[in-house]
């Protein structure tokens, strides 16, 4: 999983993704806590914008900072 992939697939989704979605969606095998503190640390970074669901479930969705980011990294591609 990379940081790339994290946030191509974030820009795929027009809204809030759970981070199990993520998973089943880049297929990783990953235990769940380790995607959930990567997401977190992408949070941290200002890459991602966490939410809640009316379940209260965290969800991510990317932020302009993301989308810059992301062009940053296709373009060193």
Do not use: C, I, N
Request: no cysteine.
């Amino acid at each position: 999983m990379t940081k790339y992939e994290v946030l191509k697939a974030f820009a795929q989704t027009s809204g809030f993704l759970r981070p199990d979605e993520l998973r089943m969606q880049l297929r990783l095998s990953l235990d769940r806590r380790s995607v959930y503190s990567y997401l977190l640390r992408l949070a941290r970074q200002g890459l991602l914008e966490r939410g809640r669901t009316w379940r209260g479930r965290l969800t991510y969705r990317l932020t302009e900072r993301g989308r810059a980011r992301l062009e940053y990294l296709r373009r060193q591609r």
